[in-house]
């Protein structure tokens, strides 16, 4: 089915499935443990080997020499995989740096070993053995000591110019000119990435812990140097991803090895302090903002460069992405730098690109407002755009930025803020509130399914779809409990398997939107095929209470598969609406801290987001996502950063011991609105992407509360007490 014009009324609009608040249908699996993740399929491979990596110990240089003869020895050691014996390996189009290092070395514990043993623990002891010489070269780990002699943009990624900045900027009435960091991210999913591969003559099996079945099949192939064909891919539950298990990883390109050097199944988990520098993370961002306004406010000059760095393959943070659409003036500038950078690859984390673009611009807003005497709520709203700014003749699909604004204050009681900072105190607490506008893009890519109606009365959904704990199997199974007129209980969804048709995957918060529009698509055919045998109009055909109904008539779908099951397959394809439109989603972020006046200590007190994000199609798991995306916000404000060594290049806290994320306690009450917004751009589906546009902006919401609590400015992340304590008023 190709989406080229904006949906009509379709069945889905009757929203007696889609769009209620169902539990999870995979929960009773997941809470009972019987949902296996990818390190627990262990009826499938009763004999199956471990694997265990050894990582590089240096950043940058080479191997000189590996002696794995001590590991080989070890108790239980069936095989040691190293570059020189693994055969020829491609490199995946998404990876910037080899899964198997050796001789050369891109980054620090790049794996260089596979140690494949009986046990787990043998392995593990064996990996110790292995005696590896390198010789190390100079490499760059220090983005701000980079920043100077990166002056030009990466080829595909040209700096955006609309009027004339330099002009507006001159002689704009009031201006802001700083600078504003972003440390770099490790994404911590519960779930480490872990793999099982199993060999059947050339034809590969591997389960595995993965967001894009086809990427990870297609990267695989491409690696191995095999067929596509050869290779089947199965990751129906994930225990979180965040884009860190967007790509093939180590795990999966290393039991694929090890199982084929010891012809058994070999599993392999990534031990968690492996995670940060082995694996990508989000990468650190250095971002110059300048902002002119007029008097009263409005907006002449825009402008937002941003440096981050990465390995040679490696693709910039597009953090100013937010910048070129959520604010009007007519005179902007946007840029993009990447540096050169020797440590471990970059790449996608939870709204990359917006998520550090607004932690810094958001900042930036609340500033600028102070500047111009404007409440921070009404700023944006005087600074509003229904346009792209750089193109006026396209509009927004739907922009409901000034509602999300306007309820949030309202809402939250935002009229009690005192504009100055530091004059709400209870008792040592200073307390303050702060907001930011949150967007996210929209986007949209094909999505496949499958779909067979048998004579039981099961509909059964076959797509390579993944839930990473999102809720795709329910979402899904709405859609097609509506699209056939079937209760929720009557579908079986099936997903995260190569051998079903290809889907957009979970990413960039287009997973929910368009791999439910793939169900739609299928479900229009089947309905086809079920209207036309029974004699009825596809067109005018209901299906709805297990029967199709029309012309007067009701026949029971139950008829249909009578003498046997109706299957069909579609998928749904995108015309150029996403051009035609901009299509983003929208929130306003509301938080309430309280500042410790004597220690700086920082509490988030209470949380409001309200998303605009298309049609809802299940307000209980797409809370659940913005409420997870907030509590992510509150960890990038105040205690996420992957430390850089900067002499030995790699990431010096790499556990959960010492790479900090919110705990329960840590967290207060959160609140969720989301307002009708029914967009029939997006989709058949009329939704829109929200898991990641509630985290952009959370975490500026949180620096602009600590401002206003203490009148302490803090443009470095993650703001922590330290940052504050030399300002803090004195305590009486
Ligand atoms: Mo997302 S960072 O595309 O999983």
């Known amino acids: 089915m190709k989406f080229e014009k904006p949906a009509g009324t379709n069945p889905v609009d009757r929203m007696h499935v889609v769009g209620q608040p169902h539990d999870r249908i995979d929960g009773p699996k997941k ?7 990818a390190y627990e399929w262990h009826d499938i491979a009763p004999d199956v080997a471990y694997g265990y990596i050894v990582d590089a110990a240096i950043a940058k240089g080479r191997i000189i020499s590996m002696n794995t003869q001590p590991a080989l020895n070890a108790p239980g050691v069936f095989a040691v995989v190293t570059a020189e014996n693994a055969g020829p390996l491609g490199k995946g189009e998404r990876n910037a740096a080899s899964l198997l290092g050796g001789p050369d070395i891109e980054h620090y514990q790049q794996a260089v070993a596979l140690v494949v043993a009986e046990t787990f623990e043998q392995a593990r002891a064996a990996a110790s053995l292995v005696q590896v010489e390198y010789q190390r070269e100079p490499g760059a780990y220090d983005l701000a000591k980079e920043k100077p002699s990166v002056t030009t943009p990466p080829e595909d990624q040209p700096d955006q110019d609309v009027g004339d900045f330099a002009t507006a900027w001159a002689t704009a009435a009031v201006k802001l000119d700083a600078i504003y960091t972003t440390p770099d991210q490790s994404h911590m999913a519960m779930e480490p990435h872990a793999s099982m591969a199993v060999w059947e003559g050339d034809k590969l099996t591997l389960w595995t812990s993965n967001q894009m079945i086809n990427w990870a099949h297609t990267d695989l192939a491409e690696t191995l140097n095999i067929p596509q064909e050869n290779i089947r891919v199965i990751s129906p539950y994930i225990g979180g991803g965040f884009g860190g298990k967007l790509f093939l990883r180590s795990d999966a390109l290393l039991a694929a090895l090890g199982a084929r050097a010891v012809k058994r199944p070999v599993k392999v988990m990534l031990p968690r302090p492996l995670i940060p520098n082995n694996t990508t993370h989000r990468p650190a961002t250095i971002q110059h903002i300048r902002i002119g306004t007029d008097r009263d406010g409005k907006i002449s000059a825009i402008a937002h460069d941003s440096w981050s760095g990465n390995l040679p393959d490696g693709t910039p943070e597009t953090a100013v992405n937010q910048t070129r659409f959520l ?19 970059g790449n ?22 102070t500047k111009a005497g404007v409440d921070p709520v009404e700023f944006r709203i005087l600074n509003d755009t229904q346009v792209d700014p750089a193109n006026p003749d396209r509009p927004f699909s739907r922009r409901q930025l000034i509602a999300c604004l306007r309820t949030g204050a309202e809402r939250f009681g ?79 969804v099936r997903l995260g398997d190569s051998a079903f048709p290809i889907s957009a995957g979970s990413g960039g918060q287009w997973g929910a939107n368009t791999s439910t529009a793939g169900v739609y698509a299928a479900c229009v055919k089947l309905r086809e095929s079920i209207a036309k045998k029974l004699g009825f109009n596809p067109e005018t055909a209901v299906f709805e209470a297990g029967e199709i109904c029309g012309d007067g008539r009701r026949v029971s779908l139950r008829e249909a598969t009578a003498d046997g099951a109706l299957s069909a397959e579609d ?20 938080v309430e801290v309280g500042v410790d006046a004597a220690t700086g200590e920082i509490r988030v ?29 509150i960890g990038a404000a105040l205690m996420e950063e992957l430390a850089v060594d900067t002499r030995q290049g790699y990431f010096v806290n790499h556990d959960l011991a010492a790479y900090e994320v919110p705990v329960h306690a840590d967290i207060p009450e959160q609140e969720v609105i989301f307002l009708d917004d029914t967009d029939p751009i997006s989709s058949p589906m009329k939704a829109k992407g929200v898991g990641e546009l509630g985290l952009c902006g959370v ?24 940052s504050l304590l030399s300002e803090l008023p004195d305590v009486v």
């Open 31 to 37: 809470t009972t443990g019987t949902a296996p993740y």
């Open 414 to 492: 935002w009229q009690q803020r005192h504009a100055t900072p530091g004059e709400v105190r209870e008792g040592n607490w200073l307390i303050g509130m702060g907001m930011a506008a949150g967007f996210r893009d929209n986007l949209v890519a094909p999505s496949g399914a499958r779909v067979a109606l048998d004579a039981s009365g099961t509909l059964t959904v076959e797509t390579d779809m993944t839930d990473i704990g999102t809720g795709s199997y329910t979402i899904i199974a709405q859609t097609a409990a509506e699209m056939l007129g079937l209760p929720l209980e009557s579908v079986d």
């Open 699 to 722: 975490s500026a919401a949180i620096d602009n509360a600590v401002y206003n609590a203490t009148g302490v400015r803090v443009r470095d992340y993650p703001v922590r007490l330290d």
């Open 327 to 345: 604010y009007a003036g007519a005179h902007r500038h946007t840029g993009l730098r990447l540096a050169r950078l020797d440590l471990p690859e």
């Open 571 to 590: 998928k749904i394809e995108f015309g150029d609406l996403a051009e035609k439109y901009q299509q983003s989603t929208f929130a306003g972020h509301f």
């Open 348 to 369: 996608a984390m939870r709204a990359p690109g917006e998520t550090p673009g607004l932690m810094a611009l958001e900042i930036a807003i609340d500033e600028m407002a």
């Open 605 to 633: 007190r209470r949380m409001l987001a309200v998303c605009a994000a298309g049609r809802i199609l299940n307000p209980k798991t797409a809370r659940s996502q913005v409420i997870g995306a907030m509590t992510m916000g």
